[in-house]
């Protein structure tokens, strides 16, 4: 399963940006999919999680600003951010979840290339 995401640029505050992340192979069934990201100088963090169903779970400081939406037939996952602040600045990594098909399954999680959001005036 490789990851393919996009869309990350410099905008000032307030301003919005969309960054987008599809899967591509075959053989594989896609569970959950979502979006880490990594701050200079500190720890990755989980920004949001998207299940299969659409069920989406957000960290507290982007509720609200962030929205994340998939396609399951394209296996792509979206992430609409608005209202954007400096501490959002970061690379932007999105994951995916898998399942591999027969008899012989086996699961794991891809990650895509990190996309660079900086929010600046």
């Known amino acids: 399963v490789q990851l393919q995401a996009s869309g990350g640029g410099l905008v000032q505050p307030g301003e919005s940006l969309r960054l987008s992340c599809a899967a591509s192979g075959s053989g594989f069934r896609i569970n959950t999919m979502g979006w880490y990201r990594q701050a200079p100088g500190k720890q990755r963090e989980l920004v949001v999680e998207i299940t299969s169903s659409g069920t989406a779970n957000y960290i507290d400081p982007v509720k609200g600003r962030f929205i994340i939406s998939r396609d399951n037939a394209k296996n792509t996952v979206w992430l609409q951010m608005t209202f954007l602040k400096p501490e959002d600045t970061a690379d932007y990594y999105c994951?995916?979840?898998?399942?591999?098909?027969?008899?012989?399954?086996?699961?794991?999680?891809?990650w895509g290339r990190g996309t660079l959001v900086t929010v600046s005036s």
């Open positions: 994951y995916a979840d898998y399942m591999t098909d027969g008899e012989a399954i086996v699961t794991g999680r891809s």
